[in-house]
Each structure stands twice: as C-alpha cells, then as structure tokens.
C-alpha cells in the first residue's frame, strides 16, 4: 500500500502539468508571416560612351641597322695602309680611304698593258702606211703593164711585116707574163690589209679591255666608305696579306635604322584597315608602300627614356603559323641624332625597344574597358536596376579597351565591378564608377597614367 500511494504522488503532479502545456498551446495566437525580402547587390557601373577612336597596337623588338656594309678584298695583297679610326665601335665619315692594299703589281700590269696598246696602234699605222705604199705601187706596174701590153701589140703588127725575129715577140709575151703577176702580187696585198687591221684592231680592244681590268683592279686596291657609318666589325691589320673574296671590315649605317617586330594579324588588320584596292605586282616599289600607319619607337629602360618617330614601311614575306603574327619593319631616320649622354642615347644596333603603331581615327565608336567583357558578353543595369546579360560584336580589341559594333547603345549602364554568381534578372544596387568613367575616355584619348 506504502508504494502503490508513492507512485501516485509521483504521477498527479506530471499529469497535471501535462494538461497545462496543452491548455497554454491551445490558448496561443497564430504567428503572422510575411513573404522574403529581395537583397540588391551592389555594383559599380560606368555609361557607353561614344568617342574617337584610334586603332593602335604594341609591340616590341631589337633594333638593328637598315644597312650594313661589308667591305671584301676583290684584289689580292698586302695591305700597306689602314685608318687609324678603323677600330670597333668608331665612327668614320663617307668617302674616307679606310684601307689600301698594295698597288704596286697593278700599276706595273697597267704599264705592260698601255705599252701593248702603243704597240698595237704603232702596227696599225704601219699597216696604213704599208696599205698606201702598195696602192701606189700598184698603180705603177699596172701603168708598166699598159706599156708592156703596148710594146706586145707593136710588136706582133712587125712580125707581120717580118721587120722582128719570132724570138723577140715570145720575150715580150713572157715580160708581159711576168708584169701581170707582180701586179697580181700587189692586189693580194691590197686584199690582205682589211684582216690584218681587223686582228690589230681586235687585238688593240682586247689590251684596252685588259687596261679596264687593270686599271679596276687598281682602284679597288683603295677600300673607301660608300656611306658614314660605324665600324661594328674589324679582321684585318696592317702589313697582313689579304687574298680576293676576303672580308676585312663591317660598317653599319648611321643613316636609318629599323626594327622588326611581331603583331597578331588580326589587329595589324585592324591598322591598316581601308576600303581602296592595291594592286602590289604594279608597283615600282612594292616594298615602299604607304601605309595609313604612324609609327614611333620607345625607349623606356630605368632613367633612359627617347622616343623616335618611325614609319611602316614593309612587312615581312610569311605569317608565322604558330603564332599567327606577322612582322612588321618600322623605319627610324637619323637615330643618332639629338643625343643627350647619360639620358637619351642613340638607337643603336641591338637596343631593346617597344613600338606604338597607330591607325586611322574612327569616329562614333562605341567602347567598353576590356575587363567588362566576359566571353563576348557583358553585364548591364536595365531601367529596373535589374541585372541583364548582352552578347557583343567587337570591332576592335585593344590592351585596356574594347570597341563594340553591336549589343550595346550609347549611354547603357555595364557593370564594371567583379559579380559572382551573376544571375539574370537579379536586383542591383548600381554605383556610378566616375574613376573607372575617366580612365576609360583617357586610355582611348591615348594618354598614360604614370
């Protein structure tokens, strides 16, 4: 009885509390809900613009020398005289007499050669002469020939008569024999004398072109500059034997320099871009195109800074097929002009510089900076300050910058600011980005920020 009683104090005050609980539920008011709050995403924007835009793109490459001479021994010899300033890295005026090789052997051949010429022309003149002797001669056996033919005729009209022996006439037929064959003898040398002036005369064109020759072979014993320009090589010494095909000197030109660099073919395109047709196998000088290309040459290298204005003026024969770049050759004249020691050097062989090559200005275009495009798209801000994505034609595309033809309008809002996810339609708080509005119009103005 004692522990039946225990289990009742036990369970009543559980039981009660139990049906409290559920009084105070049953008694409790019904929440009220409210539908889920949209959260806008804050962004920033700039606005289209419409500007001026010109194409241009950069690049970089080593300059080198638009020409470069190479003196070689065309004669054979000692070198018996060398400039002073003949050395690496000196610069020589044109026309300067930089080496001589010993012109001894070449003048004695020249003096062989101009006797040989006298003599041939003392022979010619002795032939002329001879020539005018034997016409004389002629025209005197030919008159003893008319007589003999005469005294013949007399002589066979007595033999008639029996007034001269039959002995006497057979004399007189062989004298006249004898007088026809030294007039014969006469003619054959007349007839001769056109063959013999023709080999004298041969033979003089052949000593006077040996004389050419000798007197070539002499000049080219002085090795002179055709150009001012610096020495970039050296291989011969003084007293030093030098034979023919030998290279003794390299001389680079301080005329014009160039520099070769290589541009993707899509945005050279984008340069050169005209609506007018060239026919290049008409062109005298195909290589001296004008191309609708500013060009300048930049040198940027700790406190050394030159610029150098440059033109296109070729571009390379073949498109690299790994790249898919082609070569473009950007002339600069006089670029050893206006040095500044310590500041601005001269653009010398070898120096390392960038190239900015500018196109034709397009007006109207309308431009986005370049990382606001995302796999052609970008991101706009319709009127309901929603998120709305738009696929793009680009024109142009350049470092910091995109020109679009097509998917936008002047004045579109873009997101310019990084969105991750980016949902369409989704609710955007957008913020004008005035700092990213003025790089934009200054990076297609052409101006740098330092």
Not at 248 to 276: G, K, N, R
């Amino acid at each position: 009885m004692v522990k039946t009683t225990r289990k009742w104090v036990i369970l009543v005050p559980v039981v009660i509390a139990l049906g409290a609980v559920t009084v105070m539920k049953q008694k409790k008011p019904t929440p009220l809900q409210q539908p889920p709050q949209e959260q806008a995403r804050l962004v920033r924007t700039i606005t289209v613009p419409s500007l001026t835009v010109t194409p241009q793109v950069i690049g970089h490459g080593t300059a080198r020398p638009s020409e470069s001479w190479q003196a070689v021994a065309e004669v054979t010899g000692k070198v018996v005289e060398k400039h002073p300033a003949l050395e690496k890295g000196a610069i020589i005026e044109k026309d300067t007499l930089i080496l001589r090789i010993d012109p001894t052997d070449y003048r004695l051949a020249i003096a062989r050669i101009e006797a040989d010429i006298a003599s041939t022309r003392a022979s010619l003149q002795e032939l002329e002469t001879r020539a005018s002797n034997t016409q004389a001669a002629l025209e005197i056996e030919r008159e003893a020939y008319r007589l003999n033919e005469k005294e013949l005729q007399r002589q066979r009209r007595l033999i008639a008569q029996g007034s001269v022996s039959r002995s006497d006439l057979d004399s007189q037929e062989r004298a006249l024999l004898a007088q026809k064959q030294s007039v014969q003898t006469q003619v054959n040398a007349i007839n001769l004398i056109p063959s013999q002036r023709a080999l004298l005369e041969a033979g003089l064109k052949r000593h006077q072109s040996s004389l050419d020759s000798a007197r070539r072979d002499l000049e080219q014993t002085e090795i002179r500059l055709p150009f001012t320009g610096r020495v970039a090589e050296v291989n011969v010494e003084l007293n030093r034997y030098v034979r023919e095909g030998e290279q003794l000197t390299s001389i680079d030109t301080l005329a014009m320099a160039e520099v070769e660099t290589q541009i993707p073919i899509d945005q050279f395109t984008a340069l050169i871009h005209s609506d007018s047709t060239l026919d290049l196998t008409r062109l005298p000088r195909p290589d001296r195109i004008a191309f609708p290309v500013s060009a300048r040459v930049r040198l940027k290298e700790g406190s050394l800074k030159a610029t150098w204005e440059g033109r296109v003026a070729r571009v390379s024969d073949t498109l690299d097929p790994k790249t898919r770049t082609v070569g473009v050759i950007v002339e600069v004249d006089n670029p050893y002009s206006n040095v500044q020691p310590g500041s601005r050097p001269p653009l010398v062989k070898g120096l390392f510089v960038e190239l900015l090559l500018q196109g034709k200005a397009e007006p109207a275009q309308l431009v986005l900076p370049r990382h606001a495009v995302t796999g052609g798209q970008a991101y706009l801000v319709d009127g309901d300050n929603r998120l709305r994505r738009r696929t793009l034609d680009i024109a142009l595309l350049q470092a910091e910058y995109v020109v679009v033809r097509g998917g936008l309008a002047e004045g579109d809002r873009v997101i310019v600011s990084d969105l991750i996810p980016a949902v369409e339609g989704m609710l955007l708080e957008p913020v004008a980005d005035e700092a990213s509005q003025q790089r934009l119009l200054e990076q297609v103005a052409g101006e740098r920020r330092p």
